[in-house]
Structure formats: structure tokens, C-alpha cells
């Protein structure tokens, strides 16, 4: 098998500020692939120059992923930068109204359903209709959209607007793997179990020691757990697999 570190790709990483999208894009970057860390929050900035001071290529876009107009200015951009995207990793995500309780849907908001729905699914969307093209003239592309354990079987935790976005990327990316396999281009999913990030500290520590009684293996999962899935699903080898999803739980789902 060929070592990716040979070849240098354009990566997109949404997310990319802090949790999972951070670690990522320093995954990537550290492979040598030039990579755009892509995130609403302004401290997107200090996490690419984090990168950048380790002597790897980053830049920081800050931007919100639903927004139809930034995507399309953002991904140009980069284009014209660095040229065309080999690589995107859509990891933005939302659980919803923050709280570390479950909302039942008779108490849903139906402006937080939106929100998570369209945050989850909808930059997803965008993102990839904004960098195909640019893999279809490459005739090369690796596409990975962080979906959830939640989209795979019951969680005591997630809400029922969040495991319906996430149930929507397996298909979304069922779909578009069969639509442009035939360019080069892989779509796959992660779906991750309990994993400690930013994302995960709002519900506490009971929340992990449940998990972890009920996972095989015994513990949350950390960031590099999901990061080296990704670096599989994102790599030249990984060529044959698409229209996959790849389960980083602990075994938790054998429960
Ligand atoms: N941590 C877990 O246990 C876990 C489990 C399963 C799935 N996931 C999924 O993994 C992904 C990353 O999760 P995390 O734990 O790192 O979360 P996190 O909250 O730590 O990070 C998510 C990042 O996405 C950014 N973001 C959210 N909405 C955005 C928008 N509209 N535009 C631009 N940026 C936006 C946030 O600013 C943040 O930096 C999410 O899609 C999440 O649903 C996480």
C-alpha cells in the first residue's frame, strides 16, 4: 500500500475549532495535506495557528456552515488559494437547546428542530455540493460526514431532533456515495459513540460512567479514537470502501 504522506491534499474541515474537527484537522495537516479549518466560532483563528506554529499548512475560515453564500465564498477561496478540495470532513454539529436533560418532542421547540436539522444536515449538503466539482476534475475525493451513535440504535441521552439529523447524513451520504462513485470520489460516515470533547462535558461525568458501564471496552472514547477512522476513510487506500459507516463506540452498540 502507498503511504499517504506522498501525496498532498487540499482538506476541508468543518468543525474544525475545537472536540473532533480539531483533532482532525491536526490529524491531516500533520500528513502533510494543506488544511482549512472551518468553524463559527472566532477561535478557530488560534486553533490554525496552533497548526501553523507546529510547521504544518493551516488557515483558519470562520463562518457559519448553513449559510448557503459563505460556503460557496469560503470553498472558492480556497480553491484559488490552494486549489481544488481533495478532502472534506464535515464534522460541524449541534445537539440542540443546551441542558443536560432530554427533551421530549411534545416539549420541543420547533425553531431548535430547525436549527439542529438544518446545522446537521444542511452543511453537509452544502458543503459537499460546493467541493464535488472540484473532485470531479481532479477524478479524486474522499468525503466523511460525522454522523452519531444516536443515528445507529437508542440513546438514553440524544434527542429525538438530533437522532433524526443524524439518521439523515447515513442516507444523505448512501446517496451521494452511489452518485459520484464512478468519479473517484468516496463518501463514507463515522458514527461515534460517547467521545470526550467540548460537546460531551455539558452532560457530565454520571453520563460517562453510564456509558462506560455499558460500553465493552469500558471508557468514553477521546478524540483520536474517531480521528483514526477518519484517517482511513480520507486516505488513498481507502479507495474500495463507500457508502459505509463506521461505528466508534466501545461496543457499546453490541449492547
Ligand atoms: N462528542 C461526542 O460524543 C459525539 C458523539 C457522536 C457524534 N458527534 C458528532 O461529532 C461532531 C463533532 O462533535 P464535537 O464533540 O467535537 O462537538 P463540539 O461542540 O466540541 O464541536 C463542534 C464544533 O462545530 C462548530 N459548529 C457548530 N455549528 C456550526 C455552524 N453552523 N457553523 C460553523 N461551525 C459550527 C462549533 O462552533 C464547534 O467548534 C458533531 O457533528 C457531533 O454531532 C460527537
Redesign the pocket.
Known amino acids: 500500500m502507498t503511504p499517504d504522506k506522498s501525496i498532498e491534499r487540499v482538506a476541508v474541515v468543518?468543525?474544525?475549532?475545537?472536540?473532533?474537527?480539531?483533532?482532525i484537522a491536526a490529524a491531516l495537516a500533520s500528513l502533510g495535506h494543506r488544511v482549512a479549518l472551518?468553524?463559527?466560532?472566532d477561535?478557530?483563528a488560534r486553533s490554525a495557528a496552533t497548526l501553523q506554529a507546529r510547521g504544518t499548512t493551516a488557515a483558519a475560515h470562520c463562518?457559519?456552515?448553513?449559510?448557503e453564500a459563505a460556503v460557496q465564498r469560503t470553498i472558492a477561496a480556497i480553491e484559488e488559494a490552494w486549489g481544488d478540495v481533495g478532502i472534506l470532513v464535515?464534522?460541524?454539529?449541534?445537539?440542540g437547546r443546551k441542558g443536560a436533560h432530554k427533551t421530549a418532542v411534545v416539549d420541543m421547540d420547533p425553531s431548535d428542530w430547525r436549527r439542529v436539522i438544518?446545522?446537521?444536515v444542511a452543511?453537509a449538503f452544502l458543503l459537499c455540493r460546493a467541493c464535488i466539482p472540484g473532485m470531479q476534475r481532479a477524478r479524486w475525493g474522499r468525503i466523511v460526514n460525522?454522523?452519531?451513535?444516536?443515528a445507529r440504535a437508542r440513546t438514553e441521552r440524544s434527542n429525538a431532533h438530533?437522532a433524526a439529523s443524524?439518521s439523515a447524513v447515513l442516507g444523505f451520504s448512501r446517496g451521494l456515495a452511489h452518485e459520484v462513485a464512478s468519479s473517484g470520489i468516496t463518501v463514507n460516515c463515522v458514527?461515534?459513540?460517547?467521545?470526550?470533547?467540548?460537546?460531551?462535558v455539558q452532560t457530565g461525568a454520571d453520563v460517562d460512567a453510564a456509558y462506560s458501564a455499558k460500553s465493552a471496552v469500558g471508557r468514553?472514547?477521546v478524540?483520536a479514537d474517531?480521528t483514526a477512522a477518519v484517517m482511513y476513510l480520507t486516505s488513498e487506500g481507502s479507495a474500495f470502501m463507500t457508502g459505509a459507516t463506521v461505528d466508534v463506540n466501545g461496543g457499546y452498540s453490541m449492547n
Open positions: 468543518t468543525g474544525a475549532a475545537q472536540g473532533l474537527g480539531y483533532d472551518l468553524d463559527r466560532a477561535d478557530v463562518l457559519d456552515v448553513t449559510d464535515n464534522g460541524a454539529g449541534i445537539t438544518t446545522t446537521n452543511s460525522i454522523a452519531s451513535q444516536a438530533y443524524k458514527a461515534p459513540g460517547r467521545i470526550a470533547t467540548p460537546m460531551t468514553v472514547g478524540p474517531v
